[in-house]
């Protein structure tokens, strides 16, 4: 039985940052649990890994690397922790995290708070021998002097821990950093970090913004190909602001949750439009349920990831839509989740 009904009306009386660092410090004293097993059915190989479920852990929850093993052991099939920076960082004035509950969603503008990747390298360092697939979403300083330097150096620092580095280049809180989606910067920044990577190293994995222009899907999905890019990850928050209720509709920051979904989606067919196939992509924002996971991995996503959808639900959900996918795979007679990928495109 799932405790959360309970723990909810509590954490929710909190403001949305206190409840979470309540929740990090809460997860940490509880023992680790052995990841749950996953039906076959759900196991699939994407960019050299092997993946139990494809429900994973988005970053952002996991910021410095405190519970990744815990997360796992709550039945995410992968997790992906960060983002980090080279140097510590105390990221924006507070209030910065907002949930907009009648929405089912969050406005962030936290701006890259974390406590730095030698932090994170050490917390990592005690979970490798664990089973399980913890990403490490990599960042720069915002007051960096050479930003592309920042990700060529996270690249080197964190690749000996992780089982996969994100680059991630799609957070509307640090200003300017978007940019670096815009062709030629893209360029300058790929080609630093594929030569900042050793041979044997981890795959690498680009994280986009959802609110991209014509085109743009086309020349990332290129360059991705060009510098060897293992995986793009679709999408971060949104700057755009759809229809909201809620009295936190106007804040500042990224939008995520339910009513990113539709752009979400979008933007993931845009990207498996402009890359047939030919490079993976992760589904993200505003995954709630089995039914929602399963249509993102139709429309190109051979994983998903959430994190907002898990306020509002409790960490059993990526459990439970990971047994939804099998049993709706059973239900059709299908043997292994590899193959629904892409069905619709
Ligand atoms: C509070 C919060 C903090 C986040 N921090 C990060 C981050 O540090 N790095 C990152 O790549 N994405 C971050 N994200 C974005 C999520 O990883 C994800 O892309 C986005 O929230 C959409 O998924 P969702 O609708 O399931 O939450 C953050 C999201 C939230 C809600």
Redesign the pocket.
Known sequence: MSLYPIIRPLAFALDAETA?RATIAALKLAPKRRPPDFPDSLRSTVAGLDFPSPVGL????D?NAEVPEHMLGLGFGFV?V??VTPEPQAGNPKPR?FRLVEDKA?I?R?G?NNQGQAEAWLRLRECRHLAGIIGV?I?ANKDSADRIADYAAGVQAMSPLARYV?I?I??PNTPGLRQLQDEGALKALLSAVSEAREPGGPPVFL?VAPDLGEGEPDQIVRAAIQHGVDAI?V???TVSRPALKSRHRDEAG?L??AP?KPL?LKALRDFRAASGGKIPLIG????ATAEEAWERMRAGASLV?????MVYEGPGIARRIALGLAARLKREGIASISEIVGADA
């Open positions: 979470h988005a970053a952002g929850f910021k992906e960060g983002t995290m969050v962030n936290l890259f979403n960042g994100t991630n799609s957070s994280k990850i999408a971060n928050t990224g995520s949750g990113l979400a993200v924002g505003g995954i990831q959430l994190y907002t959808a």
